[in-house]
Nanobody, 123 residues
């Protein structure tokens, strides 16, 4: 069992940066692939980024590639999402999730989810 708690969301202006954090409970954090997803009002949840268990491999949605960076610190049981050059279309609730698989998989294959943190980008 893994519990995930996101933090770092807020209201920013277009072009600003934010860093989201997701703290995980338990001693097996390094055995999980971690991902960030987001859901805007009236829209489906969408993939943002994922990172491998060791942190050596990352994968991004085209919409955030070059602006967002996912990273993890297994010693601190934490995964991060650094978001730069934010746009109004990045406004959403951001969720972190943990998957037992080592492969890049869709949201339905993630086993644990946080409660989400709101990110609002004004124009």
């Amino acid at each position: 069992q893994v519990q995930l708690v996101e933090s770092g969301g807020g209201l920013v202006q277009a072009g600003d940066s934010l860093r989201l954090s997701c703290a995980a409970s338990g001693r097996t954090f390094s055995s999980y692939r971690m991902g960030w997803f987001r859901q805007a009002p009236g829209k489906e949840r969408e993939f943002v980024a994922t990172i491998s268990r060791s942190g050596s491999s990352t994968y991004y949605a085209d919409s955030v590639k070059g602006r967002f960076t996912i990273s993890r610190d297994n010693a601190k049981n934490t995964v991060y999402l650094q978001m730069n050059s934010l746009k109004p279309e990045d406004t959403a609730v951001y969720y972190c999730a943990a998957a037992t698989t080592s492969f890049v998989v869709p949201a339905s294959r993630y086993d644990y989810w946080g409660q989400g943190t709101q990110v609002t980008v004004s124009s």
